[in-house]
Each structure stands twice: as C-alpha cells, then as structure tokens.
C-alpha cells in the first residue's frame, strides 16, 4: 500500500504541548483517537456504536466506554447528544 493511501487520524498537537494527553486516563486515550477515526479532517459530528467503539479500543465492558466518554467530556474535548439505544450516540469535537 503507497503511503498516500494509508488513513490518518489528526491530533491537535496542543493537547501534548498542554500535557493535558499525559493526564487522561488510559480509556480517554484510547477513545479519542477511535472517535477521530470516524472524523474528516474538518472534526464533523461521529456516531459510531457502542460495539464497534468496544471492538477498536478493547475495551470488555460499556461502562468502560462511559468512563472514557465522560472524561472527554468534563476535558472539553467531544460533546455527546445521547442515542435512544436504537440510535447511536452523537460525538462532537
């Protein structure tokens, strides 16, 4: 595969300059990243499901995506508009 092919995941780098990655719990960042995987290079809105977040992350349990997400939150970095459990759950960066 030619490099120009591979996907990428943007990061603001501020968030290591600030050392504010360095302070986030090992679930934040690992969700961060999988978030952005849904994300143009514009940080639209993503809604990807519980299970394929699981699935990316690693992680056993739901609550464990809770946690994270929550974290993000009070961090000022996503915003969520919660789903009905038939619809998924909005992430805003």
Known sequence: MKNEQLPFVKLVSAL????LWAR???GARALYPALLR???????PVYPGTKRLMDMTGFKHK???????????RLGLISIATGSGRENTYYNF
């Open 16 to 19: 290591f300059d600030s050392g």
């Open 24 to 26: 986030m719990s090992a």
């Open 38 to 44: 849904f994300s143009d290079g514009q940080f639209k």
């Open 63 to 73: 609550k464990s995506i809770r946690d994270a997400r929550q974290e993000l939150v």
